[in-house]
């Protein structure tokens, strides 16, 4: 078996690369949370944007470095989550002061729908209190059962309309059962 020698010196900067000097490092650290990657290394002269963001990985793993992004809190997914049904994701973002991407991946990763059904949608043109009059009286287990037509004439509703509050609209209590079951 051939054995190849090691390449370089321990603790020494190859010479077709330069090494990170002090001040250089004191220039990305004092401008790292406040400018983009760009800027930094355009302060840094004979540095790169891969050069800054790979010394950026390594004094952030250092510690002497924080995330340019900070991770969302326990009490900002709980506020996310508690707020989903009611506030759409601008509002949540502005509410916390983060970007709607935040949010928006923040509730993917965690199964968090922002979709309003219901009264909760602000298109909506038939209440739920309508919807659920529909369904009783189409489904009237007691009684007799009324026809799209009939229940049309009553609420002075076109019947076509009526079906389709019969059988495609959501309402809020179809959301809270989304959201309860598996």
């Given at each position: 078996m051939?054995?190849?020698?090691p390449m370089g010196i321990p603790g020494i900067c190859p010479k077709h690369l330069r090494a990170w000097t002090q001040a250089e490092d004191a220039v990305l650290i004092e401008?790292?949370?406040?400018?983009?990657?760009?800027?930094t290394a355009a302060l840094l002269p004979l540095r790169t944007i891969?050069?800054?963001?790979n010394r950026a990985e390594q004094l952030r793993k250092r510690g002497l470095l924080d995330r340019k992004n900070k991770q969302v809190t326990p009490s900002e997914l709980l506020f996310i989550k508690k707020n989903a049904s009611r506030l759409t994701i601008e509002q949540t973002a502005k509410h916390l002061g983060r970007c709607t991407a935040t949010i928006t991946k923040t509730a993917y990763a965690h199964g968090i729908s922002f979709l309003k059904l219901g009264d909760a949608n602000p298109l909506t043109k038939h209440s739920d209190q309508t919807v659920k009059l529909v369904r009783d009286l189409h489904d009237d287990e007691q009684g007799r059962k009324l026809t799209f037509k009939e229940i049309a004439e009553?609420?002075?509703?076109?019947p076509?309309?009526?079906?389709?509050?019969?059988?495609?609209?959501?309402t809020q209590e179809d959301?809270?059962?989304r959201v309860l079951l598996p």
């Open positions: 051939f054995l190849l020698k401008n790292y949370q406040s400018r983009s990657l760009a800027d891969s050069a800054v963001r009553k609420l002075e509703i076109p076509g309309t009526i079906a389709r509050l019969q059988n495609y609209r959501y959301r809270m059962a």
